[in-house]
């Protein structure tokens, strides 16, 4: 076995105060620490035994537990039934070669070195007696004052290139150094008062595991079986964790015989083999993380569930399949009662709705129901449930991560991609979900981002021209993109770009201000207020389409940017005049009003964006006010915001028909079909410049809206 070293707590009583060594330990541990080191210089041998003995139970295996120096309590402890993994040892402690002996081959055995005269001593022992170096000091520490002269990073990074085994630093350590000290060449970070001390142990340790976790490429293993069609199984794993930042392992439970139509054949090899494999990853890599899929009967969940039981890796993604698409269940009666013990050593389970159905023990009757579905499986297995709405009909195919543990629900909603690309969409999903857990996102963000890659290679998947049943996603869409190797086409980015801002078109809709203007009920001085702030808006926003329309590069492009700046001025102006100063039109009095900070801070981008960038980015930059207008328009004067606007005598009626005219909507229309053409024909770069531009002023379009009522 390697060991994971990442993460290592170094225990100080005194520091620990009140609350104690063995709950500060727990609480560490619940967080992310992987080894830990009792360190009392001060307790007798009996006593540090009887505390290595409370540590193991405290413990239970999450992480490995070593003692500082105490050989002798150390096989007293395990004598008494304690899990101690090994011993750390001074220049000045007991021999090395002694403590393996008595401790046997697969203990764990550190040593404190900072000198190359250390080194030296080391390479004189016989290989495989020494496992680790501990190393330091990094920075000054009160914790030992005897320390010798502090490494610093740069002093550490050259001890480890003259190392032969892997370095752990040590003394001083705070979070800011955990990222340095990673690319630096550690193995891990010990600390000793940034856990001790800490307020609360366990949000500490998972910030520091987090840091370190950002600070490298994640070993990502996949438990799953084979898909010789490439799109599901190892296989999509395998494309999915490198797509999404991680170093893909895979151990094979299962060999089918499938293709984008169907499954032909399974052998399932000898739960021994798979036994076999996943000692051999584990004996040489720490794995940073676990994604587990196909699991073909009970023999093979069992020999799973006893290597997780050994090893404990960090992260563990749990897919669960159990349904065939045709609803027909691939597990038998033991298999699925193995599978339900094995969620509860997940870190997150990702069921369809079928399979949701199969784990709650009921049927799922829509939406709702799979919530609270999913609420009682993680409150009974203790792990997130990421439910996943593909199998609901319609077109909105919501998805949750669902912690009952931290009363957490967070809902990600998706419109249906239309494709028949949907070959591995499981698999695909919950290992780039396990990838961005070990990279050190937290779950919300690790579903946001494992989502959003997804769903840009499912939209792609039909360029593959895979097979004649339901084809592969295109896993590698976003590399090949960014590499020049294909470019998104406008209709592709047309989506993208609507459905990234649908968080901010909802606020809209649910603004004070919009609701009210739906209903009528919306008082006049507001409304003026608006009109006034709308007033300056469009009389600088018609100088921006001026020069978009100086940069346009085509005569169509000219005279439509041309045309729109002519429309802000003359129409668009004349129907606020008509509210501001009905009896005729007077510019003092339509741009008599005081610029508000949120009309300030829109202009402000678009002339930075105008006099700045690019033409392709300055008409991203105005789209929002076509788009997001003729859209909210259209809907307001419908009635779908409220069924109040279809009433002629509505006191807005003028207003509400001026952005759902046909002439607007087809100049809408215009507007996005330039932008998207300019967008597909850029690089990924400038590609991403435009996004941003169009995102920023469409948060602008909603702090515009909610400024008249003060809303956020």
């Not at 984008?260 to 996943?278: D, K, S, Y």
């Not at 207020?529 to 001026?546: M, P």
């Not at 008599?592 to 006099?611: G, I, N």
């Not at 809408?668 to 770069?685: F, I, K, L, N």
């Amino acid at each position: 076995m390697i060991a994971d070293l990442s993460l290592y707590l170094v225990t100080d009583p005194d520091l620990c105060g009140d609350r104690g060594v063995i709950e500060t330990v727990r609480r560490a541990v619940d967080g992310g620490v992987r080894i830990v080191q009792l360190r009392d210089k001060c307790a007798t041998d009996a006593e540090v035994a009887a505390q290595l003995v409370a540590l193991s139970e405290a413990i239970a295996g999450r992480a490995l537990l070593v003692v500082n120096d105490r050989l002798d309590a150390a096989l007293a402890a395990r004598s008494l039934g304690a899990r101690v993994d090994g011993v750390h040892l001074g220049q000045g402690d007991a021999s090395v070669l002694r403590a393996r002996e008595l401790l046997g081959p697969d203990a764990l055995i550190g040593l404190t070195a900072n000198t190359p005269e250390h080194l030296d001593a080391v390479r004189s022992l016989p290989i495989g007696t020494v496992d680790y170096l501990g190393v330091g000091v990094i920075h000054p520490t009160s914790t030992k004052p005897d320390h010798p002269p502090a490494l610093g990073v740069a002093g550490f990074r050259a001890f480890v290139a003259a190392s032969p085994l892997p370095c752990v630093a040590i003394g001083g350590v705070s979070i800011d150094d955990v990222a340095a000290l990673r690319r630096a060449g550690a193995a891990g970070v010990a600390v000793v008062s940034a856990l001790c001390s800490a307020p609360d142990p366990a949000s500490a340790a998972a910030a520091l595991f987090a840091q370190w976790r950002r600070a490298g490429i994640p070993r990502v293993l996949s438990i799953a079986g084979s898909d010789p069609s490439g799109g599901a199984g190892i296989q999509a794993d395998l494309k999915s964790i490198a797509a999404n930042g991680g170093y893909g392992m895979a151990a094979i439970t299962a060999l089918t015989a499938q293709n984008t139509q169907g499954v032909r054949g399974v052998h399932v090899p000898p739960a021994e083999f798979l036994r076999a494999q996943l000692d051999a990853i584990s004996a040489d890599i720490v794995v940073d993380a676990v994604k587990i899929g196909m699991l073909a009967d009970a023999d093979v969940i069992r020999v799973v569930a006893d290597w997780l039981d050994r090893m404990h890796p960090p992260i563990v993604v749990l897919d669960p399949v159990m349904v065939a698409t045709s609803g027909d269940r691939l597990l038998d009666a033991d298999a699925e009662s193995a599978l339900a013990d094995l969620l509860a050593r997940a870190d997150v389970v990702t069921p369809n709705l079928p399979e949701l159905a199969v784990l709650a023990g009921r049927a799922v009757d829509g939406w709702d129901d799979a919530l609270a579905a999913a609420q009682d499986l993680s409150r009974r297995i203790g792990a997130a449930v990421l439910v996943k709405g593909g199998h609901l009909p319609g077109d909105d195919v919501p998805d949750a991560l669902v912690d009952a543990s931290r009363g957490a629900l967070r809902e990600f909603r998706g419109t249906r991609i239309a494709t028949e690309n949907t070959h591995g969409t499981g698999c695909s999903l919950s290992a780039a979900l396990a990838t961005r857990l070990a990279r050190g996102e937290g779950p919300v963000d690790a579903v946001s981002s494992a989502r959003k890659w997804l769903r840009g290679s499912l939209r792609t998947g039909a360029a593959l021209h895979v097979g004649r049943g339901r084809g592969p996603v295109n896993h590698f869409s976003a590399l090949w993109e960014s590499g020049g190797v294909s470019r998104p086409s406008p209709e592709e980015l047309r989506h993208d770009w609507w459905e990234g801002i649908a968080s901010l078109r909802a606020g809209i809709d649910g603004l004070p201000f919009i609701r009210a203007l739906a209903a009528g009920t919306l008082d006049r001085e507001p409304f003026l207020f608006y009109l006034q702030q709308d007033a300056l808006y469009l009389r600088e926003y018609a100088r921006v389409l001026a020069e978009a329309s100086r940069r346009a590069p085509t005569s169509g492009e000219q005279a439509f940017w041309a045309d729109s700046a002519r429309g802000a001025i003359v129409g668009e102006l004349d129907l606020h005049a008509s509210w501001l100063t009905p009896q005729r039109r007077t510019d003092d009095v339509i741009f008599a009003a005081d610029p508000a900070p949120a009309t300030t801070a829109y202009l402000d981008h678009l002339r930075s964006v105008a006099f700045g960038g690019d033409h392709a980015e300055l008409v991203a930059a105005v789209l929002p006010c076509f788009w997001l207008y003729a859209d909210l328009g259209r809907r307001l004067h419908a009635g779908e915001l409220d069924a109040a606007a279809l009433d002629p005598e509505h006191p807005y009626a003028d207003w509400l028909a001026t952005y759902a005219d046909p002439a607007f909507e087809e100049a809408t229309e215009r507007a996005v079909e330039y932008t998207m053409r300019a967008a597909a024909a850029a690089d990924a770069s400038g590609r991403a410049r435009m996004l941003r531009a169009f995102e920023t002023s469409s948060a602008h379009e909603l702090a515009f809206f909610a400024a008249p009522l003060g809303a956020a």
